[in-house]
């Protein structure tokens, strides 16, 4: 997850082993965020990765596409899930997966089951999903991670008048997030929107929009340039945004200032 931090005392250890169809699940780890569940797990072929992927392969490819859905406590989620994912040998992958479990109380004693709606294994895209369903019991209370929180207030307006106003910036040993409201949302054009700047100590900061919908949106600090450094007392942030292209294909990447500078005071956080 590019954290440096120890989650020793917010994870569930899980180590769950399923084989089916040449493909191997390892359901490694599972960490409590606040309003996201994140899931490691590793995927093993019977075939080299070369071999399943040929000249495309790359750490972004993954043959084994599964936990599309979610239950805790019996209750199904519709919510939406990004990750990323690289090859740790020739023939095994590792992911790490995040749903959005918006308001749902996960206090106290939790029954989950992770499910695949579909499952392409080694090209083959009629296996049976429901062959590598997983479900575990872990507590709430002992994977809640200690948040700090501060408010915000900040406005701005894309070209298309669609309004963000950032309401949350929240702490803890996974990362830093930003939550924001969205009002007069419009579906076209298509943007993406990225929170930039430096911290007090001129290292650069950005965080992305991990998820944007036509009433809230998430960023989370990108730690590409590293972790926050525990020393930061302020963030200065700026919004800029890129166009998606109305056809499809990639997006052009060149971002727009969409809003003026704002700073985020760390020594108020509670």
Not at 70 to 78: A, F, K, M, T, V
Not at 213 to 239: C, H, M, Q, R
Request: hydrophobic share 30%.
């Amino acid at each position: 997850m590019g954290i440096q931090k120890n989650l020793d005392d917010y994870k569930t250890v899980i180590n769950k082993v399923i084989t089916n169809h040449g493909v191997t699940v390892q359901l490694n780890e599972v960490i409590l965020d606040g309003d996201e569940l994140t899931v490691s797990y590793n995927v093993t072929y019977d075939k080299k990765l070369s071999e399943i992927y040929g000249e495309n392969q790359s750490e972004d490819n993954e043959a084994w596409h599964g936990f599309n859905g979610i239950s805790i406590n019996s209750r199904e989620l519709n919510t939406g899930s990004g990750g990323g994912s690289r090859s740790v040998d020739d023939y095994t992958i590792q992911s790490v997966l995040t749903y959005d479990i918006g308001d749902l109380d996960l206090s106290g004693d939790l029954d989950i089951k992770l499910s695949c709606s579909s499952v392409e294994a080694n090209g083959d895209v009629n296996k049976k999903s429901d062959k590598w369903g997983f479900e575990f019991k872990t507590n709430g209370d002992q994977l809640k991670i200690d948040t700090k929180e501060l408010s915000l207030n900040n406005k701005f307006t894309l070209e298309n008048d669609t309004q963000y106003t950032l309401k949350k910036y929240t702490s803890n040993a996974v990362g830093q997030k930003i939550y924001a409201s969205v009002s007069n949302f419009k579906m076209e054009p298509t943007y993406n929107v990225d929170l930039k700047g430096t911290d007090n100590l001129g290292n650069k900061v950005e965080f992305y929009a991990s998820h944007s919908s036509k009433d809230n949106a998430l960023f989370k600090i990108e730690n590409i340039y590293g972790n926050l450094n525990e020393n930061v007392k302020i963030l200065t942030l700026t919004p800029y945004v890129a166009k998606y292209p109305e056809q499809g294909g990639k997006m052009d990447g060149e971002y727009k200032q969409v809003g003026e500078p704002f700073t985020i005071e760390l020594a108020q956080l509670k």
